[in-house]
């Protein structure tokens, strides 16, 4: 019996919880948290304090919670043919109706405001704003984001603004996809289109929502649309990605002169499996690879090195004077933290575990052959709902090794989050212990990272209301507030209440 499974074990003898066999957690055990493996102290959490001003957030976005998926007339995304063709999404599901947020806004924000939010991260619809992606701007789109950004300042709450958070329209997909590098343009100019229309009352967007995911889950390995699965079309269609990123960075900055532009990439620390001199380069490449690879190159004008070899710039489709186009100093640096991951090097005969999918987050096996890694989720620590490792010491690593790298940016969290699938009891109230548990842990680490020199001004809570979760459609709950989805009943977990005392007090222990 390792150390996970004996206290895990413990926990259930305590507890006496049968839920706790499934998940290996026990938030409410009268046994102290230090005991789980990767838990931190009550010490910690009860001395853990954040700056004056720092802005408490939850996140969503557009096609995990809008519905309404062809009102107004919005055409249709790539994840509208997705999830409408039969075997992608668990259980048939489909976003066409999802928590109906389109319509329901108001209730959505009015629940921001009683907990005491001072930011919300949301995302918009490329296929609202232009139905094909190019030409004539739809005005119905671009009055919904006008009375959704309206709403939310009203609340006395800040807009961050995702310009694309994986929709995107089909027409565009029909055209090749990110892979085509004509993207890069037509991406700009809706960003444009949505600084010039929104940009005197939004001041934050972040272009891409973890661009690394869905170009490699979309292109590479085809769990997402357009379920191509290449290795080079991945490393075209990043391609693609780092100059859109550059090119909407300019396009946003000369339509609204407030505007900041930074990101919300997905990033996870990364450990060695041993210390032999393979593994630790194998986890630098993963680094640069999953963590690094569209900051660096707006940051630095070049891409990290992610490869056993060269630069693949040729199969990248990568011109003279691309470097020059992916260069833009972002104002802040956005990162979501789920996980951590264990990494070696795949060439010297690590054996492969085959693929897993864990949501959005999708690892094992050995990736490719360019950067030859094989890369692990650990299962050290107590897994969530989704089977991802808790490890809040993860995120005190993460932003501290990006601050050191970066010269000490101002960072934001887009995401973190867990999933539980805790619903109403008989008293209609959703007591999620594990979930305020999982964000008490994290955000202690937060809390040291900032005490150590970290300049973190926000963190965003995935996610304000459960939603269609991608490829998992209804079969996750992120969120915050409980939704059910035959009735859209919104109820706020506990989690979402002890949240808005958090952002209340600034401190943990409320
Ligand atoms: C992140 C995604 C978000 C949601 C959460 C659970 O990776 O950005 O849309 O799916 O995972």
Redesign the pocket.
């Known amino acids: 019996m390792n150390r996970r499974e004996f206290v895990r074990d413990s926990l259930v003898a305590a507890a006496g919880s049968s839920l706790l066999r499934q998940t290996g957690f026990a938030a409410t055990s009268s046994l102290p948290q230090e005991q789980v493996p990767g838990s931190i102290p009550q010490s910690q959490i009860d001395g853990a304090r954040f700056p004056d001003g720092f802005l408490w957030g939850m996140?969503s976005?557009a096609y995990?919670v809008e519905g309404a998926w062809d009102d107004d007339g919005k055409g249709e995304s790539n994840w509208d043919r997705f999830a409408h063709t039969t075997g992608k999404i668990k259980g048939a599901a489909t976003a066409d109706v999802t928590c109906d947020q389109y319509h329901r806004f108001k209730e959505d924000i009015a629940i921001l405001k009683r907990l005491n939010q001072k930011s919300y991260r949301f995302s918009t619809c490329w296929s609202r704003i232009q139905p094909t992606g190019t030409g004539a701007v739809n005005p119905k789109g671009i009055d919904h984001y006008s009375r959704l950004v309206d709403a939310i300042l009203e609340a006395g709450i800040r807009p961050f603004c995702t310009i694309y958070?994986?929709d995107m329209p089909q027409a565009l997909e029909d055209r090749g996809g990110w892979p085509n590098r004509d993207l890069a343009g037509y991406y700009a100019d809706y960003a444009g289109i949505l600084a010039k229309n929104l940009g005197d009352r939004i001041t934050v967007w972040a272009p891409f929502?973890?661009p690394w995911?869905f170009t490699y889950l979309g292109y590479g390995v085809g769990v997402f649309p357009p379920a191509r699965s290449n290795f080079n079309e991945f490393l075209k269609a990043a391609h693609t990605v780092n100059l859109a990123q550059g090119e909407a960075f300019r396009s946003i900055k000369a339509a609204s002169s407030k505007a900041t532009v930074g990101s919300?990439y997905?990033m996870a620390p990364s450990y060695p499996k041993t210390s032999s001199e393979a593994d630790i380069a194998a986890t630098a490449r993963y680094h640069a690879m999953n963590n690094l690879y569209f900051l660096n190159t707006a940051m630095r004008g070049e891409y990290p090195k992610a490869f056993v070899g060269e630069i693949p710039y040729e199969a990248m489709g990568f011109k003279p004077g691309d470097d020059k186009i992916m260069k833009v100093p972002l104002d802040w640096v956005g990162f979501?933290y789920?996980t951590r991951r264990i990494v070696s090097d795949a060439a010297i005969g690590t054996a492969s575990s085959g693929s897993g999918h864990f949501?959005?987050?999708t690892e094992g096996g050995s990736r490719d052959p360019l950067t030859q890694i094989h890369v692990e989720t650990p299962a050290e620590g107590p897994l969530t709902e989704?089977g991802l490792e808790i490890w809040p010491r993860g995120i005190y690593d993460l932003v501290t090794q990006i601050s050191k790298e970066y010269n000490y940016p101002i960072i934001e969290i887009s995401?973190n989050?867990c999933?539980y699938l805790d619903a109403p009891d008989e008293s209609g109230r959703v007591p999620d212990t594990r979930r305020i548990s999982f964000h008490r842990q994290i955000l202690a680490e937060l809390a040291r990272a900032i005490a150590d020199g970290a300049k973190v001004r926000g963190y965003h809570a995935?996610?304000l209301v459960d939603n269609f979760?991608?490829a998992d459609g209804y079969t996750?709950r992120?969120g915050l507030t409980y939704v059910d989805f035959r009735s859209q009943k919104r109820t706020i977990k506990d989690s979402g209440l002890w949240y808005g005392r958090v952002a209340a007090a600034n401190r943990l222990n409320v």
Do not use: I
Request: glycine share 12%.
């Open positions: 996140a976005a995990q958070h994986w929502n973890m995911t919300a997905g979501h789920y949501g959005t987050e989704a995401e989050g999933c995935w996610s979760e991608w996750q992120y």
